[in-house]
């Protein structure tokens, strides 16, 4: 079963520059795990303070070891540092996956 997550983080004015490396170390340490097929963070064209979080897991039990994986824990922490008004991330368990358009 494949698993889809998408969210967002809501940095205060002029953070989200300042969140790149961490983000980018991030998703090079998420995209190594076991299941998982997906992890990237993109910041919105006509916000660059709003960074848009897209993941695409195996599995429950995959998508759960992400959340107890060390870096992701080290992640949440080091989140405080910044002016983070907010995060949203949410979880749809997919039935099927199908191309709209490519490839």
């Known amino acids: 079963m494949t698993i889809l997550v998408m969210g ?3 940095a205060g004015a002029g953070e989200g520059a300042k969140l790149r490396d961490l983000l980018v170390a991030h998703m090079a340490a998420t995209n190594a795990e076991q299941g998982c097929e997906f ?3 993109a910041y919105d ?3 660059p303070d709003l960074i848009r979080i897209s993941e695409r897991w195996t599995s429950e039990e995959a998508l759960a070891a992400h959340g107890a994986a060390d870096h992701q824990k080290a992640l949440a922490a080091r989140l405080r ?3 983070i ?3 949203s991330v949410k979880g749809w368990d997919g039935q099927f996956w199908r191309t709209l358009i490519g490839e």
């Open 39 to 41: 992890y990237n963070f």
């Open 81 to 83: 540092d910044f002016d």
């Open 8 to 10: 967002y983080i809501r």
């Open 45 to 47: 064209l006509g916000d």
């Open 85 to 87: 008004k907010e995060v």
